[in-house]
């Protein structure tokens, strides 16, 4: 089962009206917050959060929509949940402005990013599923993955779908950077 569904992500092809609408709507907006919340690696080094991932994060938790709201009480482009958003000093109910919910989340993920020394697994788990949970129930199953993610079938399924839409969003980056050179 888990197999088939793997197969199923990644084989998955991202809407291209969705993409294009957080790509043209929000880009500016992400490429600002990236730069003001860096996170620190192993390493010690400061590093800025790819843009890409962001759009990837908007994608799956809202498909763009700015005033999206889960029945947990997510908020916003990238679902930031009431107390996550007092803890990161963020206003919950401005959520639904893309600035205040791409800011909030970006400062968000490189919390998670940091606290885990730069392991993308790990910091989308606690995206999903929370730091707690990621720590205190970590999968057991052999394999990249093994006590890295919350054993949570939906954190599992979340985590492998960020990271697909990661991937095909830095593609599709790629591919206009490109054409534009192209042109020139």
Not at 76 to 84: A, D, R, V, Y
Not at 86 to 99: A, F
Not at 131 to 141: F, K, L, N, V
Request: glycine share 8%; with cysteine.
């Amino acid at each position: 089962m888990v197999t088939a569904l793997v197969f199923n992500l990644f084989f998955a092809a991202i809407d291209p009206d969705i993409a294009e609408k957080i790509e043209k709507s929000y880009a500016a907006l992400i490429e600002r917050a990236v730069d003001n919340y860096p996170y620190f690696n192993s390493e010690g080094s400061k590093k800025k959060i790819n843009p890409a991932l962001v759009m990837a994060v908007i994608y799956q938790e809202s498909g763009g929509s700015p005033e999206a709201r889960s029945t947990a009480g997510a908020y916003g482009l990238m679902q930031i949940m009431p107390k996550t958003a007092g803890l990161l000093g963020c206003d919950y109910n401005s959520l639904g402005v893309p600035e205040h919910s791409i800011n909030c989340g970006v400062k968000f993920l490189a919390a998670l990013l940091s606290y885990n020394r730069g392991d993308l697994v790990k910091s989308l788990s606690g995206y999903n599923g929370g730091t707690y949970s990621t720590e205190a129930s970590p999968t057991t199953d052999s394999g990249l993955l093994a006590g890295r993610i919350y054993d949570n079938p939906e954190t599992k399924k979340y985590v492998v779908s960020v990271l697909k839409l990661y991937e095909l969003f830095e593609k599709r980056g790629s591919s206009r950077k490109k054409r534009a050179k192209s042109r020139v």
